[in-house]
């Protein structure tokens, strides 16, 4: 990979980590998208993806929790139905045939949900979910979370607001901590991908650093992100037809 090819994917991998963390996600379907449209390997995709979303989310689990907009006890769950079916997904080989369109379908799913016209629901009445649904939709966003690459934070929150089981705020916080959860369940269901990162990946942690600490402080300070995202949300999908036709 030459030094322009680089600049560019690290370039990109900081607007993407700052606009995902100003919601409280991690910004793993943004960098699979990336590495997509650069043609990178499958095996190098998902480890490399994972890496970046523990080191982001850490830091915007951190913020978020320290601006009061987190609940242990909504949260926890979710958490407890994901990490061993984040862990078995991240056990299981899938081969690039497979891989590619199902990544390419989380990347559809999260661009259609930023480019979503209104909010999925209200803050008026909120209730707490019952436990058995927490762990039934907490597993199964882990499970396609370990088998993807991803934190699946781009469904919970939306699933959060949807039912109104929190308010957006509130569901930014939750689903930063699931993503950090999630994505250290993955990577440790497959310890041996790390054998497979790539070369450059100190230039994209430093890349998705910058972008955190510009993201989170849009977030927390409450600044509007609506347009920024729905941009993203079209090289979403444009990276995820590439998938799925390829």
């Not at 590619?100 to 909120?126: D, E, K, M, N, T």
């Not at 979370?145 to 699933?159: A, D, E, K």
């Not at 993503?179 to 250290?184: C, E, F, M, T, Y």
């Amino acid at each position: 990979m030459d030094g322009q090819t680089i600049a560019i994917i690290a370039a990109l991998m900081c607007v993407g980590a700052m606009l995902y963390t100003a919601v409280g996600h991690a910004g793993a379907s943004a960098y699979l998208a990336i590495m997509a449209l650069f043609s990178i390997a499958p095996e190098t995709m998902r480890p490399t993806a994972l890496v970046l979303n523990i080191l982001v989310a850490s830091f915007t689990s951190w913020r978020f929790i320290r601006a009061g907009q987190f609940d242990l006890r909504l949260a926890l769950p979710f958490v407890l139905g994901a990490l061993p079916l984040a862990f078995l997904g991240g056990r299981l080989h899938v081969p690039p045939e497979l891989y590619r369109p199902l990544v390419g379908g989380v990347l559809l799913l999260a661009g259609a949900r930023l480019l979503w016209p209104r909010p999925l629901g209200s803050q008026a009445a909120i209730s707490r979910p019952p436990i058995a649904a927490s762990l039934a939709s907490g597993g199964a966003i882990g499970l396609l979370s370990g088998l993807t690459g991803t934190g699946g934070g781009i469904f919970l929150s939306p699933l959060l607001i949807f039912f109104g089981w929190a308010p957006p705020r509130l569901a930014s916080g939750i689903a930063a901590v699931f993503i950090l959860s999630n994505s250290l369940s993955g990577l440790a269901g497959n310890l041996s991908s790390v054998g497979r990162l790539p070369a450059e990946l100190p230039y994209f942690i430093a890349a998705v650093a910058v972008g955190a600490a510009i993201g989170t402080n849009f977030g927390v300070a409450r600044l509007p992100t609506a347009r920024l995202l729905q941009a993203l949300g079209i090289v979403l999908i444009i990276a995820g037809a590439k998938l799925v036709l390829t």
